[in-house]
């Protein structure tokens, strides 16, 4: 059983920095791939980034050039940087790993929220 715990969240004004952490009880290698997921009020669970070990990443349109997601095998936690914050960027943001046989992983969720 693999638990995933986000951390990092809070408030930030709007051009500002934030980096969330999900570290995960057991090792990570053969998780693959992780991802940050995002659920603003109102509307669904969008994908916001992916790794998977090959060190391959994928991005939304709305955070590219913006975000970057990383993952340290060897601290078993995955990353996502977030620069140049928008008020749209807003939601609780969810880690997500699926492991060799499928089967898919959530954290609990960490606030961002991004105002003046």
């Known amino acids: 059983q693999v638990q995933l715990v986000e951390s990092g969240g809070g408030l930030v004004q709007p051009g500002g920095s934030l980096r969330l952490s999900c570290a995960a009880s057991?090792?990570?290698?053969?998780?693959?791939?992780m991802g940050w997921y995002r659920q603003a009020p109102g509307k669904e669970r969008e994908l916001v980034a992916i790794?998977?070990?090959?060190?391959?990443?994928n991005y939304a349109d709305s955070v590219k050039g913006r975000f970057t997601i990383s993952r340290d095998n060897a601290k078993n936690t995955v990353y996502l940087q977030m620069n140049s914050l928008k008020p749209e960027d807003t939601a609780v943001y969810y880690c997500?790993?699926?492991?060799?046989?499928?089967?898919?992983?959530w954290g609990q969720g960490t606030q961002v929220t991004v105002s003046s």
């Open positions: 997500n790993a699926r492991n060799s046989f499928g089967r898919i992983y």
């Open positions: 057991g090792s990570i290698s053969s998780l693959n791939p």
């Open positions: 790794v998977y070990s090959s060190g391959t990443t």
